[in-house]
């Protein structure tokens, strides 16, 4: 066999390579659960659906909500597991002050619908809408990983106002950490979902806090930090030494929680009291 029908052989392998990726990257990308949280596995974690039964449900909320919320969080989860298994935010949230809507996106937690950027964030827009809608005070949103990019989706063209966002291990856009990743293939030609979360926040004003795993082996640091570096608004950067993308949580103290609600909400409550949001026209 010569070198050129060697050659051939070979990039007709690697063509079809490539062509079965793109055929099948949702199921590289997306890790939904399909589990339908049981009402004991709600109760547990002090959580109800939101905001109406199976049929309908968008999230989750807390069962007991009879505190006093200066202001509403809208969470968005990362890739694995589904929105009820986050109770911890409500927690965090409640005792600084934020009602908190748990999201959960089509093709998770027993939610229809297909995975995928353009399903998510439009979705995710109509979820903070609704929320906006029901509850008072300024709108902020927090995501973490992929959820991050879809809190940054909807910032870019938001169906109410939003006052800031928290984006914890957020990358600067998913093709560059694909390429990262997938460094044998061409990641920009044949990603489909990208997520560019620099050019979705070029025109926010609002206030963002960014958390950051310094030794993050799923989104490296240095993309959180172009992010960050990126913004035009006002930001605020907390780094979690020796932390990596799944339990940066166990390292962010009650301390730099309320730093960080501090920060979301010392601004906010100035030009915005609890009073609700009106839809933007």
């Known amino acids: 066999m010569n070198f050129f029908l060697l050659a051939v052989l070979i990039g007709c392998a690697y063509a079809a390579f490539c062509g079965y990726t793109y055929l099948i990257q949702d199921n590289l990308l997306y890790y939904p659960n399909p589990l339908v949280p049981s009402q004991a596995m709600l109760d547990v974690a002090g959580l109800t659906e939101w905001p109406g039964g199976h049929s309908s449900f968008r999230g989750f909320v807390a069962s007991d909500s009879k505190g006093e919320y200066s202001a509403l969080v809208v969470v968005f989860h990362g890739n694995a597991g589904s929105a009820w298994q986050r109770d911890y935010y409500v927690d965090i949230f409640g005792t600084l002050g934020f009602r908190v809507v748990l999201a959960e996106y089509p093709g998770y937690g027993g939610r229809p619908g297909r995975v995928g950027e353009e399903n998510f964030i439009e979705d995710a827009k109509e979820t903070v809408r609704l929320a906006a809608r029901q ?61 560019d979360s620099v050019v979705n926040l070029t025109e926010f004003k609002g206030r963002v806090a960014v958390v950051l795993a310094e030794k993050d082996e799923i989104v490296p640091v240095r993309h959180g930090e172009k992010l960050f570096n990126s913004l035009k608004t006002d930001k605020k950067l907390w780094r979690l030494p020796g932390t990596g993308h799944n339990n940066w949580a166990s390292i962010l103290s009650t301390k730099k929680w309320s730093e960080i609600a501090n920060f979301m909400l010392s601004e906010a409550l100035k030009t915005n009291p609890a009073n609700g949001q009106g839809e933007k026209k």
Do not use: K, M, Q
């Not at 809190?151 to 990262?180: E, H, K, N, Q, Y």
């Open 135 to 195: 509850f008072n005070g300024p709108v902020f949103l927090c995501g973490e990983s992929l959820g991050a990019a879809v809190a940054a989706g909807v910032a870019c063209d938001p169906p109410v106002d939003i006052a800031g966002l928290i984006l914890i291990t957020p990358w600067d856009s998913l093709v560059d950490v694909a390429a990262r990743h997938y460094w044998y293939l061409p990641v920009r030609w044949l990603a489909r979902d990208r997520y």
